[in-house]
């Protein structure tokens, strides 16, 4: 299990470099969309990295819950971006709302003592 938690926490850490790519690429540099976008990517990749860690350390009781209210949260920025592009089908999307919804039942695990 500890391999699937590590996959996914590399997961999220790619999605949040594909959304660097995509800020450098969507923005003008510099503009408040471009900086407001890479502080989204910043996001993503320190919910990535702590997951990453608590994966390590199935003792660790108060990263698991940093991890667990972190990824519930960043479940619900996807969503709301999902919301407000008007498909919340996207992939952009479902990769980071699956990715950091996994990551959530894997910090609860942690939590239970079941890692």
Same mark, same amino acid.
């Given at each position: 299990?500890?391999?699937?938690?590590?996959?996914?926490?590399?997961?999220?850490?790619?999605?949040?470099?594909?959304?660097?790519?995509?800020?450098?690429? #969507?923005? !003008?540099? =510099?503009?408040?969309?471009?900086?407001?976008? /890479?502080?989204?990517?910043? *996001? +993503?990749?320190?919910? @990535?990295?702590?997951?990453?860690?608590?994966?390590?350390?199935?003792?660790?009781?108060?990263?698991?819950?940093?991890?667990?209210?972190?990824?519930?949260?960043?479940?619900?920025?996807?969503?709301?971006? #999902?919301? !407000?592009? =008007?498909?919340?089908?996207?992939?952009?999307? /479902?990769?980071?709302?699956? *990715? +950091?919804?996994?990551? @959530?039942?894997?910090?609860?695990?942690?939590?239970?003592?079941?890692?």
């Amino acid at each position: 299990m500890r391999t699937v938690d590590t996959i996914f926490g590399i997961l999220l850490l790619i999605g949040a470099i594909l959304h660097s790519y995509g800020t450098f690429i #969507g923005y !003008a540099p =510099g503009s408040e969309i471009f900086v407001w976008s /890479l502080a989204g990517s910043l *996001a +993503a990749a320190l919910i @990535a990295v702590l997951n990453l860690l608590r994966s390590r350390r199935p003792a660790d009781r108060p990263l698991a819950w940093i991890c667990l209210v972190s990824s519930l949260c960043w479940v619900g920025v996807a969503l709301a971006f #999902g919301r !407000a592009i =008007g498909n919340i089908a996207d992939p952009r999307v /479902l990769w980071h709302a699956v *990715a +950091a919804l996994v990551l @959530a039942g894997f910090s609860l695990r942690t939590l239970m003592g079941r890692a």
